[in-house]
């Protein structure tokens, strides 16, 4: 079964700070990657995802992802955080082919102090 | 366009009892998929309808059951309620489910077992 670990939980920066969450996933085959944030009070959202192709994705709000195989990671970024970014993130995995069957990751806790 | 809607937003049951939670999709969305949401667990895939069949299905137990209506909407239904079934319930939906479509989520449906 595959797996999803966000290892930082809480994560606390001051505006113009650059960020990188992490996340590995544990999974043998194809996948395809995501990233969701859900901002104080909103909903569930989609940041960005990787199906195929170039490995560094770009999303919405000057976020971007890389997915590094060999390392089954798919890192989230930012070169310069805004109060507005506290949020929590979500990394989540689906295999590629198959059954769709979404793994979540735990979730990271971002607050930025303005 | 009008978002996911989830109702009640709120509730609250005792154990042994049965819920049943709605979850109306966008309009055009043919895919509907339901998620657990816990401190404890994260956010866990529970299962995901497709023109009324049940096309996908998470780690849960037979307690936790759904249905998909003609018009897309939703219902799932939890029987003999645990205290561990205390969590937010999500529901996202997408055009057509599956790899390629992005999932919007809904407000989520707090329940509280007592």
């Known amino acids: 079964a595959q797996s999803v670990s966000q290892h930082n939980h809480h994560v606390i920066l001051s505006e113009a700070a650059s960020l990188e969450l992490g996340c590995n996933y544990s999974y043998g085959g194809t996948v395809n990657l995501f990233w969701y944030v859900q901002y104080p009070g909103q909903h569930l959202q989609l940041l960005l995802k990787?199906?195929?192709?170039?490995?560094l994705v770009k999303g919405i709000k000057g976020f971007e992802a890389e997915f590094i195989k060999s390392k089954f990671s798919f890192n989230l970024r930012k070169p310069s955080v805004q109060w507005s970014d506290t949020a929590e993130y979500f990394c989540a995995v689906n295999p590629g082919k198959g059954s769709y069957i979404p793994t979540f990751g735990r979730g990271t806790s971002l607050i930025v102090h303005p | 366009k009008a978002g996911v809607t989830q109702t009640p937003r709120y509730l609250i049951k005792t154990r042994g009892q049965q819920v049943t939670l709605s979850c109306s999709p966008i309009?055009?969305?043919?895919?509907v998929s339901w998620y657990q949401q816990t401190p404890g667990q994260g956010l866990q895939f529970l299962f995901e309808y497709f023109s009324e069949t049940q096309r996908n299905k998470g780690n849960f137990p037979g307690r936790f059951s759904g249905r998909q209506f003609s018009n897309s909407r939703s219902e799932m239904n939890v029987s003999t309620l645990e205290l561990g079934d205390s969590a937010l319930y999500l529901c996202?939906?997408?055009?057509?489910?599956?790899?390629?479509?992005?999932?919007?989520f809904g407000p989520g449906t707090r329940l509280t077992v007592t």
């Open positions: 309009s055009g969305h043919r895919s």
């Open positions: 996202a939906s997408s055009l057509a489910g599956g790899q390629g479509y992005e999932q919007y």
């Open positions: 990787y199906f195929s192709g170039d490995p």
